[in-house]
């Protein structure tokens, strides 16, 4: 048993050099994933309504394209129960690369998908069926993620919030990412972007997904799972189990993330047709905007993560939760304004206070869950949540804006949203600095 991974068999520099190595590499695939999930959001603002529903008014062809957008977010679930059964059967590291090798290949045929003039709907139903298998894809890679950086953690550890807020760093990285590449597109292309520039970002996604399985093929299974494997604790059927055994906290995992998700997606995805179509301003100036965004959250989601294993989880959640619902009527009030700078720092402060929910998060969820049903278990909850809050995001801010004519109607949502995620965490078990490497749920 000398080469099983467990907390007990690697010295502290090797178990330093290893846990380091898991980190990078959830880091890395996570930001991968997520390149290619938002990449389709942006594209979605931007060109899929004129490109594939071109006989839709504005309105309805943004309704359309958000529509296949959102069927992304439904299919995240069923990754979640595929992949999560995997990730509890046979390893997070195995499973992890699966979902990344699936996400790249259906974000890489993105690109050549026709469009409504040269195969008419068939084009949107196409790029329905790819996004779906985006969205399978990303529901699987969240809760592998996260175990591959937290389960690395030794007992008496307190940073477990500060290294499980690395794979959520991924996502502000994944989000600059395709930002930058689509804004590089748009220069580079000039009018020829919505004939052939929005294409290339996807192509070059499959360059990233080489560099990702390259990197996570070079990691050890995760010290809890090789323990799991050792002492013959592996379930045949990890999400009966894990609906059977801790229901609450799948649902309250879903439940506490309508303050962090819903917003998300309106400051990183609803914005671009609210700022082209609304606001009038230009596509690259959203673009510089959510870019700038993303590159304050590099520094906001782990310091949140650290400051959850100060002064606890749910404590942290709780005020991020409060904060955001608060933000939402100050971000659309400086939007309306108008005003080109107003319009920049709103969306550039946008992410922070989602952030300090979303730090947290990985870890608040995680540790809820005892570890031979944690990958079900918290890729379930987590991505339950992509059903009823991000998928639904822009769709439904599209309708309250179509109706009311105001952003404060859009902000008044996500306010809702904020005394969801309030009331949800409050009933959440918090497992901050303890020990989450035995099983705890019998």
Not at 90 to 105: D, E, N, Q, S, V
Not at 403 to 419: D, F, K, M, N, R
Request: glycine content about 10%.
């Amino acid at each position: 048993m000398a080469s099983i991974a467990t907390y007990d068999s690697l010295s502290a520099a090797d178990h330093s050099r290893e846990m380091r190595k898991a980190v990078i590499a959830a880091t890395v695939g996570t930001t991968i994933e997520w390149y290619d999930f938002f990449l389709y959001g942006t594209a979605a603002g931007l060109v899929f309504g004129k490109l594939y529903f071109p006989n839709s008014d504005p309105t309805t062809g943004t309704l359309l394209a958000f529509s296949t957008y959102f069927v992304g977010f439904a299919a995240r679930p069923i990754g979640a129960a595929i992949f999560g059964h995997y990730g509890d059967r046979i390893g997070r590291k195995a499973t992890l690369i699966a979902t990344l090798m699936l996400m790249g290949i259906a974000t890489f045929l993105i690109a050549f998908v026709p469009t409504y003039d040269s195969i008419g709907i068939w084009g949107g139903i196409i790029l329905t069926v790819l996004r779906a298998i985006q969205g399978i894809g990303v529901g699987g890679e969240w809760g592998g993620s996260v175990l591959l950086s937290m389960e690395w953690t030794r007992s008496g550890q307190h940073n477990r919030g500060f290294l499980a807020s690395w794979p959520q760093w991924g996502v502000p990285a994944g989000l600059f990412l395709s930002t930058i590449v689509m804004l590089g597109a748009t220069a580079w292309s000039g009018d020829q972007f919505l004939v052939w520039g929005w294409r290339v970002p996807f192509i070059l996604s499959i360059v990233l997904v080489g560099i990702g399985l390259w990197i996570r093929l070079g990691i050890l299974e995760t010290p809890v799972f090789q323990k799991l494997l050792a002492e013959n604790k592996i379930e045949h059927a990890p999400i009966v189990e894990v609906i059977k055994k801790q229901p609450k906290e799948v649902c309250l995992s879903a439940l506490l993330r309508m303050g962090q998700q819903s917003p998300f997606y309106i400051f990183t995805a609803f914005v671009f047709a609210y700022g082209v179509g609304t606001l009038h301003m230009s596509r690259d100036f959203i673009l510089s905007a959510v870019l700038a965004a993303s590159c304050v959250s590099f520094f906001s989601i782990p310091i949140f993560g650290h400051l959850s294993d100060r002064i606890g989880r749910k404590k942290m959640y709780l005020i991020g939760a409060v904060v955001c619902g608060l933000f939402a009527f100050l971000y659309f009030g400086m939007l309306d304004t108008g005003n080109p700078s107003a319009i920049f720092i709103a969306i550039v402060l946008s992410l922070i206070p989602h952030d300090m929910m979303y730090g947290p998060q990985a870890a608040l969820i995680a540790e809820a869950f005892t570890p031979r049903l944690r990958y079900s278990g918290s890729s379930l909850g987590y991505q339950f949540a992509s059903v009823i809050a991000g998928g639904p995001a822009p769709l439904i801010a599209t309708a309250l804006f179509a109706a009311y004519h105001t952003g404060y109607a859009i902000a008044a949502y996500l306010a809702v949203c904020a005394v969801i995620s309030l009331v949800s965490t409050a009933y959440m078990p918090d497992y901050t600095g303890k020990d989450v490497s035995a099983e705890y749920d019998d």
